[in-house]
């Protein structure tokens, strides 16, 4: 595709119920990345993946939190028994380098609202 | 006290006029140093990349890094409606993929 694509794009959960976020980043893509967005907040770091490997899982705010990217292309970020403090956008980004660089770039974010 | 911090506004700029936005940090490692524009509801998109201390320029968007200081600015020149988002700083140490964001400021140019 011509960018990061994310679904849903909106999605509604009752606490306590799981949820999966799905990204999938531009062709060819080495890193990617999950950043959570809380409202009027900047992005905070959740984890980094390079290819099919989870070099750093550090942001995942808790347990609950599982990212996983098998085949080195999709990933999927999931949330167990969700929380209201989860309410956020969580943004996928992808860059064809290993580490950040200028070549990164986002996708338009899942909102997540937990009720 | 955060790593970075941004005046979030709301800053609020006629047509045709100079925007300067400007972010704070703490952490004196930090080399690389990224302006991002997001429009509502959309993910952020890069405006501007320096490495190190010094200006930049690109079209009507000027970015300024003082590592002496610790501060770095944005500014955008004959400013425009479709300039109206939210812009973040960001920045990162050398050889780090994690990027530490600015909580954004919220510009709205009115036509």
């Known amino acids: 595709g011509a960018g990061v694509s994310q679904s849903p794009r909106y999605k509604v959960a009752k606490r306590g119920q799981d949820v999966a976020l799905r990204c999938d980043p531009i062709?060819?893509?080495?890193?990617l990345f999950w950043y959570q967005q809380a409202l009027g907040q900047g992005p905070e770091f959740l984890t980094y993946?390079?290819?099919?490997?989870?070099?750093?899982k550090s942001g995942l705010p808790s347990d609950r939190f599982f990212a996983e990217r098998p085949e080195g292309s999709v990933s999927t970020l999931k949330i167990q028994r969700t929380q209201q403090e989860d309410s956020a956008v969580y943004l996928c980004?992808?860059?064809?380098?290993?580490?950040?660089?200028?070549?990164?770039?986002f996708g338009q974010g899942t909102r997540l609202t937990v009720v | 006290q955060k790593e970075v911090e941004q005046d979030p506004g709301p800053l609020s700029v006629p047509e045709g006029a100079i925007v300067s936005l400007n972010c704070t940090y703490s952490?004196?490692?930090?080399?690389?140093f990224m302006w991002y524009r997001q429009y509502s509801r959309k993910g952020p998109e890069l405006l501007m990349y320096?490495?190190?201390?010094g200006n930049k320029e690109d079209g009507r968007f000027t970015a300024q890094v003082d590592k002496s200081s610790k501060y770095i600015s944005l500014f955008i020149r004959d400013s425009q409606p479709s300039d109206s988002a939210t812009y973040l700083c960001?920045?990162?140490?050398?050889?780090?993929?994690?990027?530490?964001f600015g909580a954004g400021t919220t510009v709205t140019v009115r036509a």
């Open positions: 993946f390079q290819n099919e490997a989870q070099l750093d």
């Open positions: 980004a992808s860059s064809q380098t290993t580490g950040w660089g200028t070549e990164a770039f």
């Open positions: 952490n004196s490692a930090f080399q690389y």
């Open positions: 320096t490495y190190s201390s």
């Open positions: 960001a920045m990162s140490e050398p050889n780090d993929y994690k990027l530490s």
């Open positions: 062709s060819g893509h080495v890193s």
